[in-house]
């Protein structure tokens, strides 16, 4: 017979398997709406809705110039995109090694716009914090727009500063010397200084968020209506 400790421990491992999958199945759901919010946002882009149309003939993946380092080719994003496999597109670091050189877009038979796709793709894996583990070029991204947002203009030495801080910290050491350098040449400002109608650039700014927003929200519902 089973006494009474044994029932506990049966119970709790039974408890624990309840609450693991409770938490796969919540893991899922999320995993399924932020993978339709990504989505929409694709068919929400100019000529977007594309992507649908995709042959998978290669044409893409053969005429990218990069396609060599990429974790995954561009041919086999969009199948995954399509499958609904967000992890295994946003986790690679096939988005961030687009050149913008626009051979896919040029070339492909069926008119998608391919480096348009990988934009937006970039935009929202920074937005929702989907990006390759380890990966500087979206954290370089985040801290352009944060500067240019904070300044009204680009300030390179803290851009240099705040990227690496995130990143590498001990390689500001090794570039210490070539800044000093730049900064006896006067080429490297220590203090950066925002423009004059900082103001009204946050305006414009917040325009334009709302209007994609906006736009977000408009093709997220014509594609549930479908």
């Keep these: ?41 694709i068919y929400g882009i100019p000529g977007g809705e594309k992507i649908k149309e995709c042959i998978q003939c290669g044409t893409c993946s053969a005429s990218c110039t990069t396609s060599y380092a990429m974790d995954y080719t561009p041919r086999e994003i969009i199948a995954a995109f399509r499958a609904g496999q967000l992890e295994k597109v946003m986790r690679s670091n096939t988005v961030w090694l687009c050149t913008s050189c626009y051979y896919c877009t040029v070339r492909c038979p069926s008119g998608i716009k391919f480096t348009d796709i990988m934009y937006e ?15 500087i070029a979206p954290v370089l991204s985040k801290t352009f727009v944060e500067m240019v947002d904070k300044y009204g203009r680009l ?6 500063i705040n990227v690496l801080l995130k990143t590498n910290p001990f390689g500001l050491l090794k570039m210490m010397p070539h800044g000093l350098r730049l900064f006896l040449r006067g080429r490297m400002p ?27 929200h408009t093709s997220s519902g014509t594609g549930e209506e479908a």
């Design 155 to 160: 300030p390179e030495t803290a851009l240099v």
């Design 121 to 135: 793709l970039k935009r929202l894996g920074v937005e929702f914090g989907l990006v390759q583990e380890g990966a």
């Design 1 to 41: 017979m089973l006494g009474f400790s044994h029932v506990s421990h049966i119970s709790v491992i039974w408890h624990s398997r309840g609450v693991t999958r409770l938490y796969e199945e919540q893991s899922e759901r999320r995993a399924h709406a932020l993978s339709n919010v990504f989505l929409h946002a």
């Design 190 to 216: 220590l203090f950066p200084h925002r423009i004059s109608g900082i103001s009204d650039l946050k305006k414009c700014s917040e325009a334009m968020t709302d209007a994609l927003v906006s736009d977000l």
